[in-house]
């Protein structure tokens, strides 16, 4: 199964989607993209954000 993390439902307007077969691979591209676009520090409470963020597809 999927997974998937859609940026916009922490960052509202961002389309970012980040797909993965586990929850670290979409992590890696979250804390990456976090990092690159928003300008943000993959964080321990950003991380638990992302997390709950994910959902099967
Ligand atoms: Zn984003």
């Keep these: 199964m999927t997974k998937v993390l859609k940026c916009g439902d922490l960052m509202p307007g961002c389309d970012f ?19 690159e676009v928003h300008g943000l520090d993959a964080t321990p409470e950003l991380v638990e954000q992302v997390q709950r963020a994910i959902k099967d597809e």
């Design 17 to 35: 989607e980040a797909r993965g077969e586990t929850e670290q691979d979409i992590l890696q591209a979250a804390a990456a993209h976090a990092k």
